[in-house]
């Protein structure tokens, strides 16, 4: 991957990654007071440097109307990119939100003691090296920066080219309030698409990877790199209508789930209806779908049940789609067992929803369907770190390891096992007149 | 890296991680009782298993001796594969030591109130699949086994050849204890060399790598898969024996880091000696250490105190090394940061220790050093999932992310967020006659 990289650029963006590790070590020992503090400066010359962030956002949002208009930019991307002096009060608002989180830092998790004067800690810390890779949106600059510094990390900051003016302005403002104690490497920015491929090779030095954009983004950096990666390609979530739903009920959450933020990873964009239902539902469900503006695709047996809207029939492939738009697939499944396969082989582990008043039926729904957030009578769009109380979100993760689901400041620790004695070894514990371990948790 | 493997093989690797996946899904949700009840049947079927299975390794065995003689296997795999009648004892043992552990399942890790009829539970769940790649130890097929249907996740083992014929037998022991609630491909054993490429491929399969092995191994898997690995490469640790070190437990305790069981991940390999103490230290720790048989390694300035014993020099690369066995390297450091920056630099974050009455150092120590382990006047060997009460050990991690250090059953399972509701729906949370979210801890 590296060698297609110019050499200078290579060593360039290396040296950035490295003082960036540096800077890192400076900030894992900083009290909460003092991360509480860098914050605030953060806040205070974010405000001070409102006009000039705003000036530079312009250069980027004049070049971007250029390459929306020739369409080789899409009006979402565009629509992120335009920040406006309420969208950059926002930014500055969630900075102070996340200096009044609680610190995740130095929480002791564990005490056992081993032995009399041997005492094992287990304390959450930083992870070490963040790198963000993100796509037009200023606000992922202030928002993962606070993140990172009030969980005590170092931040690589890497925009795409249609930010970059918007970046530096910010980035200005924010080294500026990063005082004497805090090298400006600690929050590094890093230009040039070409510094990805670089970024995602140094697995030693960089601790965790957070991309915020598009799917193909997310995929491009799963597949090449060994460093881990916070973040879901996909969000193909299911709203599965039981046998025994109420029906009103079953019509408000599949709406809600579809249409209620269409674009949103946790919309819903299967509907899994059954068989024993359909005849009552399914035109009632359609009308709703309908008035708002959702267009249907079903399985052969919804078409047959909705002649009146002459339906496009989805093909298998398809039941793997993440619409995202006003565009919902209806499938009749006989049972749970198949709704429970259908969205184990088409789903992305990401949210998944019954609507049932069967309470049997419901536990096995929740316990064997095998994502991040299992819901009940509700819409999959509370998957989200703010609806969960967690106060501010770095992402939602469908890995299984580390973090998984909507993940809060408690995704960017780690935990490390402090043990202090006074003079033990491990010999003293072996053979016939071992001392035996006490394991008393403390 | 699949084109190299014939596809009939790739295909048969597949099915059976298909069915190992499918198996998972039983696994999952059976009760702690049910659990309990398999590990008590396997240790039974072991047990009259046990002529079987020794006749088995001693096939293995012969094979290996030939191969050892030949010098195309170490001593060290050869004597890690042969079973003794004591060792399968001590393997059935172990068997039963996980049916007592604690279920790692269905923990309520976190349990809010959102709003009135709406509550979300954080709870603990098996990760899914898990498979291990490992050589030679037949001790690894149980223990690995057991500690899986412990904690409600399938397992797929991939022995290598030179253990196939005891894998085989304990494989059947184990598949007859399975009973009717659970298929053998619930513990799946795969075969050949090929089929490691394949097993590494399938990362929307398979949930959690643990390699048993040789560092070469463990590295290979770590670099061809975008499975998470559960696992360590190499265990550099360093013992750092400081200016106000009490001389006498800093002999003992570097002693007892590289010899009580000098092959060990969690051995000491470089011991960082503070400038003020050489000329008092060095003589009679190099004396210590030479009666126990250990051959010393050191820097310039080392090997300028201690010209009786002619010792070699230390190039640069070599601090990287990873002896297991009874050589050492020493360093003479200025002070406690150019004992930190070495072991950023030449370490593998394992474990670490500092000898000193300081308490400010080792708290410098403590919080600074980057790794998993982090001592202060104890050895470096204490880092051990049964030295710190774990009950059995997963194995060890010098991964940042999801489970650092010595990991236990914990490190097999994740979490779901489990939502349930009396139909919410998210449009009722927004706009300008937006509920309100209560957020309540329960």
């Known amino acids: ?57 312009a250069e980027d949002a004049a070049l971007a109307k250029v390459l929306a208009r020739r369409g080789e930019m899409s009006q979402a991307l565009y629509q992120r990119l335009v920040l406006t002096p309420e969208k950059l009060r926002g930014m500055i608002a969630g900075v102070r939100a996340v200096a ?12 056992t003691l081993l032995d ?30 606070t993140l990172a510094i009030k969980s005590g990390n170092a931040v690589i900051l890497k925009g795409g080219s249609e930010v970059e003016h918007t970046m ?21 920015g890093v230009y040039g698409r070409e510094a990805i491929a670089t970024l995602l090779a140094l697995d030693k030095t960089i601790d965790l990877i957070i991309p915020r954009g598009s799917n193909a983004l997310v995929q491009h950096i799963q597949k090449n790199t060994l460093i881990p990666v916070l973040g879901h390609a996909d969000g193909v979530c299911h709203v599965y209508i039981d046998a025994a739903a109420n029906l009103d009920m079953a019509i408000a959450i ?29 035109p009632r469900l359609a009308a709703s779908l309908a008035d708002a503006g959702v267009r249907i695709r079903g399985c052969p047996l919804t078409n047959g049940l909705l002649p009146a809207y002459a339906l496009d029939s989805v093909a298998e492939e398809e039941w793997h789609t993440e619409y995202s ?20 082989r088409y789903g992305s582990h990401h949210t998944d929803a019954i609507v049932t008043a069967d309470a049997a039926t419901a536990q096995r729904f929740l316990n064997e369907v095998d994502s991040a957030n299992v819901f009940h009578n509700c819409s999959t769009r509370f998957a989200d770190g703010y609806r969960y109380g967690f106060g501010a979100e770095v992402g939602i993760s469908t890995s299984k390891l580390h973090a998984r689901g909507p993940v809060g400041l408690d995704g960017l620790v ?29």
Request: glycine share 4%.
């Open 1 to 57: 991957m590296i060698a297609k990289v110019a050499p200078d650029l290579i060593s360039e963006v290396v040296e950035q990654a490295f003082a960036a590790k540096q800077a890192s070590r400076a900030l894992a020992t900083l009290s909460t007071a003092h991360k509480n503090q860098i914050l605030e400066q953060i806040e205070v010359a974010l405000e001070e440097h409102s006009a000039q962030i705003l000036a530079a956002n």
């Open 100 to 111: 009044a989180l609680p610190d995740p830092v130095g929480h002791i998790l564990a005490r």
């Open 116 to 145: 009399e004067g041997l005492v094992l800690e287990k304390v959450s810390c930083p992870l070490g090296l963040l790198a963000v890779i993100f796509e037009s949106r200023p606000d992922a600059i202030t928002q993962i920066t």
């Open 168 to 188: 530096r302005a910010t980035l200005t403002a924010i080294h500026s309030a990063l005082g004497v104690d805090l090298p400006p490497a600690a929050v590094m």
């Open 254 to 282: 599949a709406l809600d789930s579809k249409v209620q933020y269409p674009a949103a990873c946790n919309a819903a964009e299967t509907l899994l209806v059954h068989a024993a239902v359909t005849e009552t539902l399914l």
């Open 325 to 344: 738009d006003r565009v919902v697939a209806i499938r009749v499944v006989d049972n749970l067992d198949a709704a429970l396969e259908h969205i184990d």
């Open 414 to 442: 780690t935990y490390k096992y402090k043990l202090t004695g006074s003079g033990q070894v491990v010999k003293d514990y072996s053979g016939p007149a071992a001392r035996k371990f006490l394991h008393k948790a403390l």
